[in-house]
């Protein structure tokens, strides 16, 4: 069957229904058409120039452009058909290519984007693998100074493996809003550049970036949203100054951040990726992490964390009083994370509201070292609470009782029943249901939004069972 005896199969109400749909679209205005063009790569953006006359320069005008020359001959291909590209200003350029393309060939490419007075740019200059080698090894790449005095940038966000990230000139992003860092190397003299020449900088993310070592903010005052992943070996910073920022998230590695100074926070999301065995190490942060943010308004503390909190609660390590309104777990119901929470919800007196974001996390796997420090100090959970918690499961005996929903019903109540025996003035707990702990047995999950109501009746306490798919906190 050729194109057209397949058009004339076809029910003339759907052909009508089709020209319709496709009339409908062509009549949209310009800039919605571009709106929809923003979510593709501009190499399939191009090609709707076929689609209609009405398409034919559609492309050409769009304000956004993601384009991904992930080697030398595709670049070529896609600067030849930008021959075409009339927009006076772009919006947005994601803009990905590796070094086997040579510096000039990089530097062309941020030079039209930076000429036509990109708001928002996202770079990614990668190094060329196959098959786990490294076919660009030894090739650097440094960005040009017209890069660093682009005063059109609104937001920016780099992530460049292969070089340090070192300004020659003084950098001047005076419009620049937002800034994401990934992967970087960039010493503390390269970061001064940067802060100094974003005055009006709101928020700064750190993924991974080396070098760093003394992250100092005292002088960006806009700046009030901060975020550092640590978790790549080596990475900083490792001091913090950042009094006027309002909300930081800090996933810390074996290696600490010392915050100095975070004394506007009004919110923290706190973990800790273990890589080593210094466990002991790893308590004295998660408590200094904590000391640091006892004034927030709302914490949220990943799962590593919450169990490095139930090993300093074990050794008898006092804990901060925090001033915490709203607090969120993500965790499992297991015995080796409930003494951490326990002591949080009792040194937590002005707790309002808890949310509890049920994970599938393999905490059994991923904690190997904290068990083997738990255990050469004669200190496991699993022995030492089994008489207080021992209606909670082990990080690996949960995975064989979650598939009878009496048993999940049960382990769900107890925990329900354990945080409202430790959190006295709590006024609304939310707890989201996935991975292991949620099926899709309706009539199970109707029972137990009965005993919800039960138990939230009894204690004048407002318990919200959600779950995962619908779960928005």
């Known amino acids: 069957m050729d194109g057209a005896d397949f058009i004339n199969s076809i029910p003339d109400e759907i052909q009508s229904g089709i020209m319709d749909g496709a009339h409908f679209i062509n009549s949209m205005p310009d800039e919605i058409l571009h709106h929809i063009l923003s979510f593709m790569p501009t190499e399939s953006a191009m090609k709707t120039c076929v689609l209609s006359k009405r398409w034919r320069h559609v492309w050409c005008e769009s304000p956004s452009l993601d384009i991904d020359c992930d080697c030398k001959y595709k670049a070529r291909n896609i600067k030849q058909n930008l021959i075409s590209y009339t927009a006076p200003k772009i919006t947005s350029f994601k803009f990905r290519m590796d070094l086997e393309n040579s510096a000039a060939e990089i530097d062309s490419w941020l030079e039209f984007a930076i000429s036509r007075n990109v708001q928002n740019l996202y770079v990614k200059i990668l190094a060329r693998m196959i098959y786990g080698v490294n076919l660009t090894d030894g090739k650097t790449y440094n960005f040009p100074d017209f890069f660093y005095r682009s005063s059109s940038l609104k937001q920016l966000s780099v992530l460049h493996e292969n070089d340090i990230m ?100 009004t919110e923290a999301n706190l973990d800790i990726s273990i890589g080593t065995r210094e466990a002991r190490l790893c308590q004295t942060m998660a408590i200094g992490m904590l000391a640091k943010s006892r004034n927030v308004e709302r914490l949220n503390l990943g799962p590593t964390f919450l169990k490095i909190l139930s090993l300093a609660e074990l050794r008898g390590a006092p804990f901060p009083t925090l001033n915490v309104q709203t607090l969120i777990i993500k965790t499992e119901f297991v015995r080796s994370i409930i003494p951490g929470i326990a002591r949080l919800l009792l040194t937590s007196p002005g707790l309002k509201t808890l949310t509890v974001d049920t994970m599938e996390l393999h905490l059994h796997k991923r904690d190997t070292y904290l068990e083997h420090y738990s255990d050469s100090q004669g200190l496991s959970p699993h022995r030492c609470w089994r008489s207080e918690y021992e209606v909670f499961p082990t ?69 919200v069972l959600k779950p995962k798919n619908y779960f928005k906190y």
């Open 166 to 265: 070192k300004p020659r000139c003084t950098v001047s992003w005076k419009s620049l809003r937002k800034l994401s860092l990934r992967c970087c190397k960039l010493g503390d003299k390269s970061m001064h550049n940067i802060l100094s020449g974003s005055p009006i900088l709101e928020s700064l993310t750190l993924y991974g970036c080396r070098l760093l070592e003394r992250l100092d903010l005292s002088n960006s005052p806009s700046l009030r949203r901060l975020e550092i992943d640590r978790t790549i070996k080596h990475s900083g910073p490792i001091m913090i100054v950042a009094p006027h920022i309002h909300y930081l998230s800090l996933i810390n590695s074996y290696k600490p951040s010392t915050l100095l100074d975070v004394s506007s926070l």
């Open 395 to 463: 990080s690996k005996e949960i995975y064989t009782m979650l598939g009878c929903n009496h048993a999940t019903s049960k382990l769900l109540a107890s925990f329900m029943e354990f945080v409202l025996g430790n959190a006295k003035t709590l006024e609304r707990m939310v707890i989201c249901l996935g991975g292991i702990y949620l099926n899709d047995d309706e009539q199970w999950f109707e029972e137990l939004l009965q005993l919800v109501g039960t138990l939230s009746h009894h204690n004048n306490v407002s318990i």
